[in-house]
């Protein structure tokens, strides 16, 4: 388990382009916090900032991490907006690569990957190639690699974006259902305002031109959420017209 | 392939060969220089019987394969290197650039002479084609792999030996095949020109012979056998490729 906290995060492009203006945002412990903004706010470059696939130009992230076991475990993983597992490894071997560097035993790896493979309903297509899954079960096998190696922190750069509707409220069940049995700290990168607020413990509002946080929507909707009948509650429509309010 | 195109596949050789029957058969090409197809055919199998047009084939092959060895693996593993690492790919490219264009042919007089007359001056002549194709190819390959795979490995922190071996050399590979695909075309021209001069064997050495001795059948029996050899490793190549590349299959 782990908690963030971003301070003063800023980045220029080398162009001159400043993409992220004195970003300031805590994530607690096992919070699942989702980050909105209209495209080219910068939302997607301060997720790959925070898990370190991007420097900042100025500012810091601390994650404080508890040093359990940290050897069996990376400190965070990440699931990415479109196909992002590897076409020439079969969905098993595509999960197990992500135990790559932890040295773990042949076996214990096998044994993760396919529980992990069991929760997202994917163990019948462990042999498959991804070109042989539809869209919605690439990407639970991609859920599946990022929960297999069990790291404290999840980073998800709009995973359901190149979904169709349905597939994406199914999706979001699952993986509320699999963060209700982890509690990850999880940062989710959307431009679903719905699923935000499906999802999410707190919505981060960012605004573009320079990407800063514009406000902070706490969801107090109760545990644990069903996708479908999340919606016909009152509040649902007042939280999603409110953010849609702050981004106009 | 569908079958359609697969009969016309079949077809095409087979009506080139009965045109150049008809035009051969009215006078319309000299016999003496383009003998008639089952002229051809007979001489073929007659010289195939000998067992010579075997054993300068089976030296020829020889030659290429060795010599594609030596080139490609080298040529394939800078490619790789080129491909992943700019300070690498700073130092090649411009060798490439300045080597590369140099006729391979052009280069066997100053083989002949660092390697002297054995079979390494020929291999070297294969190596030296395959080479230069391997690396532009394998390079090229390994820069349009998809960035999100590069993201991927960096988040899950592979280790340098996985990432090189599990993500670049897998994602290269459909143009790493491509470049053996061309380099089996150069190494076929570069093994046949090497066998002209300073040997006695392969099918090079039986074209070169048949012309000094006026020999047309031989030599339309040798260039046979060129044609099929080549014909066969391409299609051989083919074959491999839906086993080595099988995430490939769906794209088609």
Sequence with gaps: MASISVEHLTKRYPSGTLALSDVNLDVAEGEFVAVVGPSGCGKSTLMRIMAGLDTPTDGRIDTMAAASDAASTLPSAVVFQEQSLFPWMRVAQNVAFAFDSLGLPKAEVDRRVAKELALVGLTDFAHAYPHELSGGMKQRAAVARAFAVDPPVLYMDEPFGALDEQTRVGLANELMSLWDRTRKTVVFITHGIEEAVTLADRVIVLSAHPGTVKAIIPIEFPRPRDAVSLRGDPKFGEYVVRIWELLR | ?252
């Design chain 2, 1 to 252: 392939m569908t079958r359609g195109e697969r009969a016309v596949a079949i077809a095409a050789p087979i009506s080139i060969v009965l045109l150049w029957q008809l035009a051969v058969s009215t006078r319309f090409l000299n016999p003496g220089l383009f003998p008639p197809p089952s002229e051809i055919a007979a001489n073929f199998i007659a010289y195939a019987s000998s067992g010579e047009l075997a054993t300068n084939t089976a030296w020829t092959l020889g030659r290429l394969v060795v010599g594609c060895l030596i080139g490609g693996i080298p040529g394939t593993l800078i490619g790789l290197a080129m491909g992943m690492n700019r300070w690498v790919r700073a130092y090649f490219q411009p060798v490439v650039a300045l080597l590369y264009p140099i006729p391979k042919i052009a280069i066997l007089p100053l083989l002949y002479f660092i390697f002297g007359t054995g079979e390494q001056a020929k291999w070297a002549a294969v190596a030296v084609g395959v080479f230069f194709l391997m690396v532009i190819n394998t390079e090229a390959g390994v820069r349009q792999i998809d960035p999100i795979y590069l993201d991927v490995a960096r988040a899950y922190r592979i280790r340098p030996m996985s990432f090189y071996f599990r993500v670049l050399l897998p994602g290269a590979l459909p143009n790493i095949y491509a470049g053996i695909k061309l380099s089996i075309g150069i190494a076929i021209v570069l093994a046949v020109a090497s066998e002209f001069q300073l040997t006695r064997v392969g099918l090079g050495f039986a074209i070169f012979n048949a012309q000094q001795l006026l020999d047309v059948d031989r030599l339309y029996a040798a260039l046979v056998a060129v044609s099929l050899l080549g014909c066969i490793l391409t299609y051989g190549l083919d074959l491999t490729e839906r086993w080595a590349i099988p995430w490939r299959r769906a794209r088609k």
